[in-house]
């Protein structure tokens, strides 16, 4: 079993729809957890990030944390074909160190 | 500022041969990781340094090493390329490594291919 699980999709939506972007881990050790938009042949750059348990907002993104049953998610308002891309979530493992456990990532493509 | 910049964006090896890619980080930024992105797959951790030192190790063969200058730049040597070598190679920098929430931020990667 992969520590984090993302369904790689694709993905499609018409503009304007909600987008909900999901990913399951296993260790419960996990306390920041990231997600970063990667654009074909890019880097992946950083969208939000959440501590613990909770919600953030950030503009059309929430990003949102259920540390009890392990479970992370990402929603998307008002999509944007800009918004078509691949969404990696990565909690961060931290152990003197940091390092990321990426998910597969989701493709999405948004259609006008 | 400059982001993180990575050289060369592309490279084309043969089996068996050497490679080394380089990294030069944000402005301020200590550390350097490396992770390893094969098509359809999410970036997988390879090192982490810090000030020079080595801090942390993914599940890498020995063929892959790295290095961290006094600048803050880095390295990855990866020896005896193999097929499965092919990949895009990340380079992220953050601001520190002892800490939690220590935010990375990446560049735009080198697209190794190995034939």
């Known amino acids: 079993q992969k520590e984090v699980e993302q369904d790689p999709g694709p993905l499609s939506v018409p503009e304007g729809a909600i987008v909900s972007l999901n990913c399951t881990y296993s260790?419960?050790?996990?306390?920041?957890f990231m997600w970063y938009r990667q654009y074909s042949r890019k880097g992946p750059e950083l969208l939000m990030y959440t501590y613990s348990s909770g919600n953030k907002e950030d503009g059309r993104f929430t990003a949102q944390v259920d540390k009890s049953s392990k479970y992370i998610s990402l929603f998307i308002r008002d999509s944007q074909p800009s918004d078509s891309a691949t969404y990696l979530c990565a909690p961060e493992e931290y152990g003197g160190y940091n390092k990321l456990i990426f998910g597969a990532g989701t493709r999405l493509a948004v259609h006008p | 500022d400059a982001g993180v910049t990575q050289s060369p964006t592309h490279l084309i090896k043969t089996r068996g041969q050497q490679v080394t890619l380089r990294c030069s980080p944000i402005s301020g930024h200590k550390s350097v990781s490396w992770y390893q992105q094969v098509l359809g797959q999410g970036p997988q951790f390879i090192f982490q340094y810090y000030e020079k030192e080595e801090r942390g190790r993914g599940n890498f063969p020995d063929r892959f090493s790295a290095r961290q200058f006094p600048n803050y730049s880095s390295e990855l040597n990866v020896n005896a390329l193999l097929l499965g070598d092919s990949a895009l190679y990340l380079c992220a920098s953050s601001l520190a490594s002892s800490i939690a929430k220590n935010i990375q931020y990446f560049g735009a990667g080198t697209r190794l291919s190995v034939l």
């Open positions: 260790n419960s050790a996990f306390q920041y």
